[in-house]
């Protein structure tokens, strides 16, 4: 079973749309959960962290489900340059597994 | 926020040259820098585990004669390709941990695109 499991979409939607993108994670001592954004022929940015207690950034929401071993990510009001992919990375002790990313596209 | 620079950005040579590439922490200092790979539309793939004053730890399927990984200081990696083929070509991502401890995010370096020909 692999660490990390993301539906790669791709997720195409309107702008102003409300989309969410889950994760799920194998390793139950997991304890940092990161989400990244990657433009096309660029590097990973990171989006935000995700609490325990879920975290909230604008318009983007990322949440903690430990019991099902699941992490999600919110974006509300999408706009046209949210565009990109999206990668969950979970880190348990001292290593990063990256999911494979969703694929979103907004739509004018 | 931290910044990872790396360096070059774009490389195109000739098959059987080395090249080097850099990754340095601008603003703080990194004990762990990580390459990474990635083939056009598919995910980052780890290729090893840079920890200052030691041996790179490579994943398996990794050649470290053929990636050699040097961590010499806590604010600088780097990575050789060495003799590379047409089929390193590849985008080739650094990133660094800032310190130690739990809860911590990895920040990239802005890739180097490699071109063998």
């Known amino acids: 079973r692999k660490e990390v499991e993301q539906d790669p979409g791709p997720f195409n939607v309107p702008e102003g749309a409300t989309v969410a993108f889950n994760c799920t994670y194998s390793?139950?001592?997991?304890?940092?959960f990161f989400w990244y954004r990657q433009d096309c022929r660029k590097e990973p940015k990171l989006l935000m962290s995700?609490?325990?207690s879920g975290n909230e950034d604008g318009r983007f929401t990322a949440q903690l489900n430990r019991a099902s071993q699941y992490i999600s990510l919110l974006i509300r009001d999408s706009k046209l340059s949210d565009s990109a992919t999206y990668l969950c990375v979970v880190n348990p002790l001292s290593q990063f597994y990256f999911g494979t990313g969703t694929s979103l596209t907004v739509i004018p | 926020g931290a910044v990872v620079s790396q360096h070059p950005s774009r490389v195109i040579c000739k098959s059987g040259t080395s090249v080097k590439i850099e990754c340095r922490s601008l603003?703080?200092?990194?004990?762990?820098m990580f390459w990474y790979r990635q083939f056009p539309k598919q995910s980052l793939m780890l290729m090893a585990t840079?920890?200052?004053?030691?041996?790179?730890?490579?994943e398996q399927g990794v050649e470290k004669d053929k990636f050699l990984i040097n961590h010499a200081s806590l604010t600088l990696s780097t990575l050789t390709v060495t003799s590379a083929h047409p089929e390193d070509s590849s985008f080739y991502i650094c990133?660094?941990?800032?310190?130690?401890?739990?809860?911590?995010?990895?920040?990239f370096g802005d890739g180097t695109r490699l071109s063998i020909l």
């Open positions: 390793n139950s001592a997991s304890q940092s």
């Open positions: 603003d703080f200092q990194a004990t762990t």
């Open positions: 995700v609490y325990s």
């Open positions: 990133s660094a941990l800032a310190r130690r401890g739990r809860g911590q995010p990895q920040h």
């Open positions: 840079s920890n200052e004053g030691s041996k790179a730890t490579y």
